[in-house]
């Protein structure tokens, strides 16, 4: 389970992480924002408020690693006056809005943050390589980080089990050629150090 961390904590230089309770589906996801980007990753509001963020900069842009994601993006959007970005590869989900402007694989949708194709569990799926620090890597719903332990989502939550698993793996092996230190998770703890590693000892179970 998630430990609840509605103030913002520092994971990297510029880069911050929280989590908030999502009533859709009854547990505490986690967000972030990167300053230097003036960018919300997959944002709900922080105990702190939309003001942190102006202290620190402002928010220009909202990015969702996956359709699922919108989650406070009215409010968040409608604050900074700022779009909210996502691959087009699932834009049919906002047809009858709200509106979402969709961005394509390899773009650079915010100053230092480069989409990458995940795939495997939906195609919109989105890992996010940011510059900062030693570099980041965020993952959507692909791959989890509870009690220190990396694990694909619920079965229940995949069309075909073994299939998506195989996926999973393949873009993760991609994804390592890629430089960084740290990985960061939609749902489940950040790992500000380590995270190559840790997720090239993942994939080895599964070789």
Not at 53 to 78: M, P, S
Request: charged share 25%; aromatic share 10%.
């Amino acid at each position: 389970m998630l430990t609840m961390r509605a103030v913002t904590t520092e994971i990297q230089p510029g880069v911050f992480w929280w989590t908030a309770y999502h009533e859709r589906i009854k547990q505490p996801v986690s967000s972030y924002y990167v300053a230097d980007a003036a960018a919300l990753i997959d944002p709900m509001t922080p105990d702190e408020g939309p003001d942190w963020f102006r202290e620190r900069g402002g928010v220009e842009r909202i990015v969702l690693t996956n359709r699922h994601h919108y989650r406070a993006g009215d409010e968040l959007r409608k604050e900074f006056d700022c779009p909210v970005l996502y691959n087009e590869a699932g834009l049919h989900e906002f047809e009858g809005g709200p509106q979402v402007d969709g961005f394509r694989v390899g773009d650079e949708v915010a100053p230092g943050i480069v989409a990458h194709e995940m795939g495997a569990i939906c195609p919109d799926d989105t890992a996010l390589h940011v510059a900062a620090g030693d570099g980041l890597l965020a993952f959507a719903d692909a791959v989890i980080h509870y009690g220190g332990e990396l694990m694909f989502v619920p079965d229940a939550l995949m069309d075909d089990p073994p299939v998506v698993k195989r996926g999973v793996v393949e873009s993760l092996r991609r994804l390592c050629e890629l430089d960084f230190g740290a990985v960061t998770f939609a749902h489940g703890e950040p790992l500000p150090q380590g995270g190559k590693r840790a997720l090239e000892e993942f994939m080895a179970r599964f070789a």
